[in-house]
């Protein structure tokens, strides 16, 4: 059973930081790329960013220079350091797992205040 769990968001002020992480289980966690994604009230879910098994990574413009996806394949986790955060960055971010399928975490709230 696959599962991704995701934690670290909350309520911060603008120019503050959060970082997030997601827990995985029973993928094998090393060959997959992970990606982020969010979604705000009445847009769709877009990708922040993502990192292959290899360390590549890949990142929306907007978030460029202010956030960092790293992953830690001995905790079969990966993280998204966010900093500098604008309160355009409220959103649910979500965990993906891209294996032979798709896999999706619950989500984690974020919101950022002016």
């Known amino acids: 059973q696959v599962q991704l769990v995701e934690s670290g968001g909350g309520l911060v002020q603008a120019g503050g930081s959060l970082r997030l992480s997601c827990a995985a289980s029973?993928?094998?966690?090393?060959?997959?790329?992970m990606g982020w994604y969010r979604q705000a009230p009445g847009k769709q879910r877009e990708l922040v960013a993502s990192i292959t098994s290899s360390g590549s990574t890949n990142y929306a413009d907007s978030v460029k220079g202010r956030f960092t996806i790293s992953r830690d394949n001995a905790k079969n986790t990966v993280y998204l350091q966010m900093n500098s955060l604008k309160p355009e960055d409220t959103a649910v971010y979500y965990c993906?797992?891209?294996?032979?399928?798709?896999?999706w975490g619950q989500g984690t709230q974020v919101t950022v205040s002016s």
């Open positions: 993906k797992a891209n294996t032979a399928l798709n896999y």
């Open positions: 029973g993928i094998i966690f090393r060959i997959s790329t």
